[in-house]
């Protein structure tokens, strides 16, 4: 068993593998029977023609390029490895919005020591939480610990400290909070509206952990230019890692930015612990054991 | 029974009093029994000889002219009406700083995209409550929801989502995020010196939405000074309300600053539960059953 490993492993992790299986470079990619990569290209799969197996460090499995990976290629994910990062990142850019903390914070910068705005409660208001697997539970049950009413949103029911529905604008409606952390699909792409926006309390905040492209950008332009009290917080970006591309919504005054780091940018901890889980689910497929976190081909293509 | 109130009640909480008492201003205070108030002043309870009872809206009871206070008033403060308000903010504070969401939501909006900080986890990291009342109760609550190991640091032993000390170093050493709700009395004033805030890690989050003088002010400056990735994070202050006495710390870069605004600045629903909560502990006074939160003196003189 061969398998191709396009990342740096710990020498524990590296070792843990070889066990059980020889680790390739691109020189020897071809025999490879699995890949452990965080991102893979088109032409490394095309490489690959032994290929059954391909285990990806991130929980996202969007950037793959689907139309190339052959039907019988099982794809695994690592959703949960980088969660609590992820929903952690999430409640921070919630609060640090709907509290008004960084409204207060840049007035006070200025020597504008007034009030205005005043401080809306958490608990006792509607959130929504769409996207229910390993972050959504946990933004869910943080919101909840604060006495929020929690709506979640998912395609598949789930059980979880929420009220579960499968309509969106129900989920939205009224919601003081929103936080998407919704994977990226063809079931998702360009899934929130304006509509949905403007379901949301006028003051509410819409946060987006997951992939900027499930929000539709004009969408949120226009609720932005529209509701000044509308606060859209965002790690995410539709140009990606370019985010110059982003410009124009970054620098509205009640947009809050982040530069994709919710997922524990620059954690050792974070890291190792997804290198970790990606490791033993393909060890697990190598004992001929079933993966984790599965993809479901037909949500991609 | 005459009450003297000097603040504004709904016409609802003012019928459900003067069913029970008669409601006096300030032309007939010397009548009074009891007073219901916000602040009271040193002269309002000079003039008010047969005084038995004050009940104050505020948690916090550091700013009563406790001197001319009679040892026979009983004091009632109301923690608890906002302790969610309160909490929440807290939390926010904490998580803006802690989660980088101000550092980079800054760099975002100047135009720099590039990544320098890392991410640390709430999730497994050490947290400090400082005060186990309401408000710290509520902030310890959410940060074991977030899978913080949480220390709780009060006078008197508590249980709750925490490892209780009654060591503040023990509680300090090492934390991640640390929030004072401490009250302000003869106990807690200068409290928190150089050395506690030194042995919080060096990359941690201070956060007080207590009362500022149970921090040394120059204690916070110095440290502040020394580990530019300290971030001390505050919505009270050492001038109170006049925040231009304490611009010097307002404007330093790792300093997080709100206009004490926690207690649900310009929120009705919260303002409207204050007013109730003070008048159902009046109510239990006048009837002569025992009231909440009732104050001991001797923390205050």
């Known amino acids: 068993m061969k398998v191709y490993v396009s990342v740096d492993l710990p020498p524990d992790l590296a070792d843990k593998l070889s066990r059980v299986a020889e680790i390739v470079g691109r020189d020897r990619m071809e025999e490879a029977e ?16 032994r290929l059954k197996f391909i285990q990806v460090i991130t929980a996202g499995l969007d950037h793959l390029p689907w139309e190339v990976v052959p039907p019988h290629v ?20 919630a609060l640090a919005a709907y509290k008004r903390v960084l409204h207060y914070n840049e007035r006070m910068k200025r020597g504008e020591y007034s009030r205005d705005l005043g401080i809306p409660l958490v608990a006792g208001s509607k959130a929504a ?30 059980e979880g400290p929420w009220r579960f529905t499968r309509d969106l604008m129900e989920a939205l409606s009224g919601a ?12 998702t792409r360009g899934l929130i509206k304006y509509e949905h926006l403007a379901a949301m309390d006028p003051e509410g905040v819409f946060v987006n952990v997951g992939r900027a492209e499930v929000v539709e950008k004009d969408a949120a332009v226009r609720i932005l230019r529209e509701r000044p009290r509308f ?41 190792r612990n997804m290198l970790e889980e990606a490791v033993e689910n393909l060890l697990r497929w ?14 991609y293509v």
């Open 129 to 158: 939480v769409l996207g229910l697997g390993e972050i959504g539970t946990r933004v869910a049950k943080i919101l909840a610990a604060m006495g929020a009413e929690v709506y979640g949103f998912s395609r598949r029911e789930r």
């Open 74 to 93: 099982v794809v695994a994910g690592n959703a949960g490895s980088n969660a609590d990062a992820v929903a952690e990142f999430a409640v921070a850019m």
């Open 176 to 187: 003081k909070i929103a936080v998407s952390a919704l994977p990226l699909n063809k079931y």
């Open 286 to 299: 190598i004992r001929g054991e079933k993966p984790r976190n599965i993809a479901d081909r037909s949500d």
């Open 34 to 49: 699995a890949a452990l990569c965080f991102r893979i290209t088109a032409d490394e799969v095309k490489s690959m023609p």
């Open 231 to 271: 606060v859209f917080a965002s790690d995410v970006w539709w140009g990606r890692n370019d985010f110059a591309k982003d410009a124009d919504v970054i620098v509205l005054p009640n947009v809050v930015a982040t530069p994709w780091v919710a997922g524990g940018y620059g954690n050792e901890k974070v890291w």
